[in-house]
């Protein structure tokens, strides 16, 4: 079970701005939605041929729509006439939301912008 674990953890970035698409996908009751489609396919393609400069591209955009994103709910936030019952959930859900996504989106920017060498050391170098 750990190594299933161990295995799939590399692909929890993807895996989770997968399902963050598709629940996008699913709120705006659309069936066709051409930005959510075009946004599975660039991910499954990044799953599948694992695209250093896609995945970077992939990292970026999502960074800034979840950015874009905490900047709607703060100003949603701030026309509400009551914070109590809905602002603090829009603030909190909003927030954890919008934060994870830009923390997944963070951590596939550092894994696809790690260089490796090819070679070996060699003497002082």
Do not use: C, H
């Given at each position: ?11 929890y970035p993807?895996l ?11 709120l ?5 939605n051409?930005?959510?489609i075009s946004?599975?396919v660039?991910l499954?393609a990044?799953l599948?041929?694992?695209s250093?400069t896609l995945?970077?591209?992939?990292s970026f955009?999502f960074?800034?729509?979840s950015?874009y994103m905490?900047l709607?709910i703060?100003?949603?936030i701030?026309?509400l006439d ?7 959930l829009?603030l909190g859900?909003g927030t954890?939301?919008f934060?994870?996504t830009a923390?997944?989106?963070f ?6 912008s ?5 070679r070996l ?5």
């Open positions: 079970m750990y190594l299933i674990a161990k295995s799939v953890s590399k692909w993807e989770f701005l997968i399902v963050s698409v598709i629940i996008y996908w699913a705006t009751a659309t069936l066709v051409p930005v959510a946004l599975v660039l499954v990044q599948r041929f694992k250093k995945g970077i591209a992939l955009v960074m800034l729509l950015f905490m709607a703060f100003s949603d701030v026309n009551f914070f109590y019952p809905r602002g603090l829009m859900f954890l939301y934060g994870a923390y997944f989106a951590i596939l920017l550092r894994k696809n790690t260089t490796v060498n090819e050391p060699i003497g002082n170098d």
